[in-house]
């Protein structure tokens, strides 16, 4: 099983960037899909960025052309790199491997999610 750690949260100003980081602890990480989600108060929790073992990416619209997912996996980590933050972006942000096949981006086909790391965007 992977064990995922996030980290790099904190709070910032609108318009600030935030880079995350989810480091991976398993030896299958080449292979995962790895998902971003993320969780504000009271709502659900959403996908926000996926990044393929093949190296193919999406992303909710509600954060294309400012997010983006990348991957390291000499490192066993990937990235989400926040730019162009608004308050609507505060959330728990969690990453989690991809456990089931299809283009379901729901968090019921995600696992080993970590702990999370809080991003709060406020003036």
């Known amino acids: 099983q992977e064990q995922l750690v996030e980290s790099g949260g904190g709070l910032v100003q609108p318009g600030s960037s935030l880079r995350l980081s989810c480091a991976a602890s398993?030896?299958?990480?080449?292979?995962?899909?790895m998902g971003w989600f993320r969780q504000a108060p009271g709502k659900e929790r959403e996908f926000v960025a996926i990044a393929y073992s093949s190296g193919n990416t999406n992303y909710a619209d509600s954060v294309k052309g400012r997010f983006t997912i990348s991957r390291d996996n000499a490192k066993n980590t990937v990235y989400l790199q926040m730019n162009s933050l608004s308050p609507e972006d505060t959330a728990v942000y969690y990453c989690?491997?991809?456990?089931?096949?299809?283009?379901?981006?729901?968090?019921?086909?995600?696992?080993?999610w970590g702990q999370g790391t809080q991003v709060t965007v406020s003036s």
């Open positions: 989690a491997v991809k456990v089931k096949s299809g283009n379901n981006y729901y968090p019921t086909n995600f696992g080993s």
């Open positions: 398993g030896r299958t990480f080449r292979t995962n899909h």
